[in-house]
């Protein structure tokens, strides 16, 4: 698709010379233009010179390209990419478009500040010899930018990269596989023992033993003597009666 980037104003358009083959009444051209569909970019119709162009607004969006060039992406920037491309197979195809209709070049994904979610051109006369390949590039694009520090998300891209090599050609499985090998791990949950009888426990056996000082136990063998004594007198004197 031959491509180029206009500049108004307030806007950033991407213009893109429209397949003079398509037939006028495609239904699902039709469907583009009588839907909104969810994740989709929705092209205008201009006529530049005698010639149709689609017009693209992509005002404050970053492409796929651009955007993994510079960083390397993490897990959860490659879920969100994965999450967009799911979304919209899934809504396109309640209007009869097949993923093979779907742009998944990065130079043509574009990333919405707002939502934060991939938006997606739709084609249906794009180069037919493209629409094969186009989901193995991107995962193979996918894969030279990721950080490979993270064991599941490599392995996890590379598992979806050998199930198209192997022809296998819908997404909605592959993104199932990715799901699955990303999925976090819950923490293991370590149940506390009953704390009733064992704060009981606790408490008795953490009395602290009282011990007496030497002080004290002098003035208490006093008190012991003089009681003997005030016995043994109490005693004569009744014997002396």
Same mark, same amino acid.
Request: a negative charge; charged letters at 30%; hydrophobic letters at 40%.
């Given at each position: ?11 950033t358009?991407?213009?893109?010379d429209?397949d003079?083959s398509?037939?006028a ?8 233009e009588?839907?909104r569909i969810?994740?989709?970019?929705v ?5 530049v ?13 970053e492409?796929?390209?651009?955007r ?7 897990r ?7 999450e *967009?491309? +799911?979304?919209? $197979? %899934?809504n396109?195809?309640k209007?009869?478009i097949g993923?093979?209709d =779907?742009?998944l070049?990065? !130079? ?5 500040p707002?939502?934060k ?6 084609m249906?006369?794009?180069? *037919?010899e +493209?629409?094969? $390949? %186009?989901?193995k ?5 996918v894969?030279?930018? =990721?950080?490979?520090?993270? !064991?599941k998300?490599?392995s996890a ?8 090599q ?8 592959a ?6 090998e ?7 949950? =370590? ?8 704060y009981?426990?606790n408490?008795?056996l953490h ?13 208490l ?5 003089g009681?003997?004594?005030?016995g ?5 004197s009744m014997?002396?009666?």
């Amino acid at each position: 698709m031959k491509t180029q980037m206009i500049y108004e104003i307030n806007n950033t358009y991407m213009e893109i010379d429209i397949d003079e083959s398509e037939p006028a009444n495609d239904y699902r051209r039709k469907m583009l233009e009588k839907n909104r569909i969810k994740n989709v970019l929705v092209p205008e119709i201009r006529t530049v010179n005698n010639d149709r162009k689609l017009y693209v607004d992509i005002s404050g969006k970053e492409s796929l390209l651009s955007r993994f060039n510079s960083r390397l992406a993490d897990r959860q920037e490659v879920k969100a990419l994965m999450e *967009s491309i +799911y979304l919209v $197979v %899934e809504n396109a195809s309640k209007y009869l478009i097949g993923e093979s209709d =779907i742009v998944l070049r990065p !130079e043509f994904i574009f990333r919405n500040p707002v939502t934060k979610e991939y938006e997606f051109l739709i084609m249906p006369h794009k180069e *037919s010899e +493209y629409k094969e $390949v %186009e989901t193995k590039e991107l995962l193979q694009f996918v894969v030279a930018h =990721i950080d490979n520090s993270d !064991e599941k998300l490599v392995s996890a891209i590379y598992g979806m990269h050998e199930m198209y090599q192997s022809d296998f050609t819908r997404f909605g499985v592959a993104f199932e596989f990715f799901t699955a090998e990303t999925k976090e791990e819950l923490p293991e949950i =370590i149940e506390e023992p009953a704390t009733t009888d064992a704060y009981a426990d606790n408490i008795i056996l953490h009395v602290p033993r009282y011990i007496p000082s030497l002080s004290e136990i002098g003035a208490l063998a006093m008190c012991f003597v003089g009681l003997v004594l005030i016995g043994f007198n109490v005693y004569l004197s009744m014997i002396n009666v």
